[in-house]
């Protein structure tokens, strides 16, 4: 996996990280809420064998610029197509997960000219349930509550215990991830975009963000769906229920995995998505093939 690099985007900066040869096929790589590019670093190298690999940090994430402003699925998406035109990307297999997934489905809805592919990793958007922290979190008031609990010191702490488990060979990848979301919320300007992310897709009630009754429009495109049964953030079902409104697509469930295939099994995700590169054949969605589909014309 690469160094991080920044591409200015809309007066703001985007960070991101590559893999591979940008001549080959290219493979976008979008993270969930309260992460970044750095959660793909055990399966990005694996993934560069024959593909460009390119995964950035969203606005608000990571070491992106955290501005205020929109931090809908649709601002995501738009600022994803516009970075992938900035660094020369034209057409790309899309894989998002959690949030990302969401970002994922959001870009192919608005731009199915640049996706060629489509894969959804434990993704939200796809049903009304999610973990109930999340729901508590989208009340108002929680600004007040998170500064209380994520303090710094408390991330400053958990970060020498993080660095005493790796030097020893400890490392329990899915208490790692979460740990590393946990920790980048003690910084302010991180958790005003957490929260403004997290209530554009979620409410009290739960995941208040679907893209179901669209899914028909994704038929054509091929798509793979990666879920693991442990998950206790977004329940295994919505995967399972998705794959049955897709036509055509590919469900993977991992069994004793959580919320983060890529982080907790990264060989078998990453074999499992290049498996699916390989015998796939790249979409192209034109103007008149997406208004057949909107009219429900035949386009066999």
């Known amino acids: ?40 670093r055990d399966c ?5 064998d024959g593909h460009y690999v390119v995964a950035p940090d969203l606005l608000g994430h990571g070491r992106s610029d955290k501005p205020a402003g929109d931090y809908s699925l649709g601002n995501h998406a738009s600022l994803v197509r516009d970075f992938l035109i900035n660094v020369g990307v034209e057409r790309a297999t899309i894989v998002g997960q959690s949030l990302g997934g969401g970002v994922a489905m959001q ?19 796809l049903g009304r349930d999610v ?55 003690a910084e302010p ?16 009630g739960g995941q208040s963000v679907s893209a179901r009754d669209r899914l028909y429009l994704a038929a054509a495109v091929p798509t793979l769906i990666v879920w693991g049964d442990a998950d206790p953030i977004i329940p295994v079902h919505h995967g399972t229920e998705a794959h049955e409104a897709m036509p055509g697509s590919r ?19 990453a074999a499992t998505l290049l498996d699916f590169l390989r015998t796939t ?18 386009v066999a």
Not at 44 to 48: G, I, N, P, Q
Not at 284 to 291: E, G, K, N, P, V
């Open 281 to 298: 054949e790249p979409a192209f969605i034109d103007a008149d093939h997406r208004r057949r589909l909107l009219v429900g014309d035949d």
């Open 189 to 204: 300007a991180t958790r005003t975009a957490f929260l403004r992310t997290l209530r554009s897709v979620v409410d009290p």
């Open 44 to 48: 990005m190298d694996t993934l560069a």
């Open 107 to 125: 870009f192919a809805y608005q731009y199915p000219e640049v996706c060629e592919r489509l894969t959804l990793v434990n993704s939200g958007g």
């Open 131 to 185: 973990n109930l922290l999340l729901r508590l979190l989208s009340l108002p008031g929680a600004e007040l509550v998170l500064p209380i609990a994520v303090p710094g010191f408390v991330r400053d702490r958990g970060n020498e215990v993080s660095r005493w488990m790796h030097r020893n060979g400890i490392r329990p990848p899915r208490v790692a991830e979460m740990w590393q979301a946990y920790a980048s919320l």
């Open 1 to 40: 996996m690469g160094s991080t690099e920044f591409r200015t985007i809309h007066g703001h900066q985007v960070a991101y990280r590559t893999a591979g040869n940008p001549d080959d096929p290219v493979v976008v790589l979008i993270h969930g809420m309260a992460g970044s590019s750095r959660t793909w």
């Open 251 to 269: 469900l993977e469930v991992f069994e004793g995995v959580g919320h983060f295939p890529h982080v907790e099994v990264p060989d078998l995700f």
